[in-house]
C-alpha cells in the first residue's frame, strides 16, 4: 500500500497520515465494497484513530432502525452471528464479507469505548423517495421520521453530473431519451437520500459522542467532493473534515488542485 496526499501528490508515511488525521473532526473513508486490502486499511484506521474511547464509526452498511441491535450486540444480549442475520447483513459485500471486513472493524471500536452508529436511511424508504419522490419523505412524523433525511435542496454540480454519466445519462439535462433521463433521476433521488441521512448521523454523532466520527461509505460518495460529504459540511460548515479514498486502481490517481479525489489516496494494489 502507499499513501499519498491527494492535494500535492506527496507519498506519505502511515504516522505521517495519523498526525494529520488527529485534528479532523470528522474521517470519511471511501471504500469500493470488494477491495480486501482497502478493508484491512480501514479496520487499522479504526484502531489507530478511535482510542481513549472517544468518538465514534458511523456505517453506510448499517440502517438506522438498526441500532438498537448494534446496541445489544454491545451489551451482550446478541452474538456476532445473530447480529449479521438480524441486520441482513452477512453477505453485504459479497460471500462472508460481514464477518470478514466489517464485523472487525465494529468489535474495534466497540473494544475500545467508541461509539458505533448505524448511519444509513432503511432501504424501504429509500426506495420509497425513487418511486414517488419527496412527497412521502416529507409527510412521515414521530419515530418514523427520524430513520430519514433528505436534501433541504438538491444536491448539484459535478457530483449529479459523474452519477448520470455513471448511470448512462447526461448531466447537462440534454438526454435524447426523457424517459431515460426520469429513471436516472429517481435513482439520484435515492443517492441523495442516502448522502443526506448519513452526513445526517455523523452530523448528530459528533455532537454525541464527539470527535472524530469515522464515516465508512462507498467510494461514489465520498471522492471528489461527494454527496454525503457535501452534506456533512452544510450540516458543520466549520468542521475539520478530511476525506480518505481506498484506490485499488492506483494507476488511475490523477492529481486535480480544483477538485481532488481526496484529501488523501490509499493506494491498495499489492
Sequence with gaps: CGVIDGRTGSVLTWDMLLAQLDP????????????????????????????????????????RDEQALIDDYRDGIIDTETFAKLTESTDWAGSGSWAAWYQPCVDAAIDQGAAVVAANAPRRYVRTARIDGWTTIDTLSGPRAELVDRPDTPITGSYRERFFELMGGHGDGQS?????????????????????????????????AGPPVILLVGRFHSDYEGGTVSQIRRHHPGAKIRTI??????????????????????????
Design 176 to 208: 435524447p431519451d426523457p424517459e431515460n433521463m426520469n429513471v436516472v433521476e429517481s435513482f439520484f433521488r435515492s443517492q441523495q437520500v442516502w448522502d443526506a441521512t448519513m452526513a445526517a448521523s455523523v452530523s448528530t454523532a459528533l455532537e454525541t
Design 245 to 270: 479514498s481506498l484506490e485499488p486502481a492506483c494507476e488511475t490517481v490523477e492529481l486535480n488542485l480544483e477538485e481532488p479525489q481526496a484529501d488523501f489516496v490509499i493506494c491498495t494494489t499489492p
Design 24 to 63: 479532523a473532526d470528522v474521517i470519511v473513508i471511501g471504500e469500493q465494497h470488494d477491495d480486501a486490502t482497502g478493508h484491512a486499511v480501514q479496520l487499522a484506521l479504526v484502531e489507530d484513530l478511535l482510542t481513549d474511547g472517544r468518538g465514534a464509526l458511523a456505517m453506510e452498511m448499517l440502517e
